[in-house]
């Protein structure tokens, strides 16, 4: 399906411009396992760094669960519910990853955001925004390097590294567990998840490719022509397509009646 073509109503029209003008004045950001050799640039003026931040008198956020029913591995919710979830690979700019949430949260989406524990230590507010945004917070590891050749100590260290982040800024180790650098998890990746109280861990079944820079028409094609009830679909915060594509994609989940939420509320 090519998206560019499908009518959608002004509002939505209004929406996917004021996205794309704003993303032309942003660049990436995002360390991702798919960004090298994509040349991606940081904003020129960077937002100064806040002073760390803890869970202080927030309530603690929600914590892992698990959901009868469901394998150990993730890849996808309910095929017979119009739900969809978006889910973000925490890392990158915060201008970006502020944008994109805002854009989320006007156009009624809620989101999950799997964070690095690197980034987070580099910008903790970033942890209470998404929270207070009505969105999952997750474990994408600490330092965002491949878990999947890691011996057991290591691999451990990768995930309660961000996990202890996690639980010092919001009281919580988050709601899920994503690996790094793959969209599967190996077994031995998937009981140290469990040993270190992350009873799934979330995969994916629509890889957005935004990570390569295609241009947001490409995104929004890309994503559009897998998503379907119940899909988990992978995208990054810091990288300017996202910005761009993400109104229209928005807009074609409106016209298709699918509801993005978070992906707690997908498996409810």
Known sequence: ???????VHRRSALRAGAGAALAAGLAAGCGDRETAGTGAKTLTHPAPKKPAASAGAHAPAPAPRRFPGQPVQIGHGPRDRARVALTFHGQGDPAIARTVLAEAERAGARVTVLAVGGWLDEHPEMARRILDGGHDLGNHTQRHIDISSMDEAQAYAEITGCAQRLRRLTGSIGTWFRPSRTQYATPL??????RAGYPHVLSYDVDSLDFTSPGAAAVTRKVAGEIRNGSVVSMHFGYADTVAALPLLLAELDRRQLRAVTTTELLT
């Open 189 to 194: 990746v998937q009981r140290l998840a469990a």
């Open 1 to 7: 399906m090519n998206v560019s073509d499908t009518p």
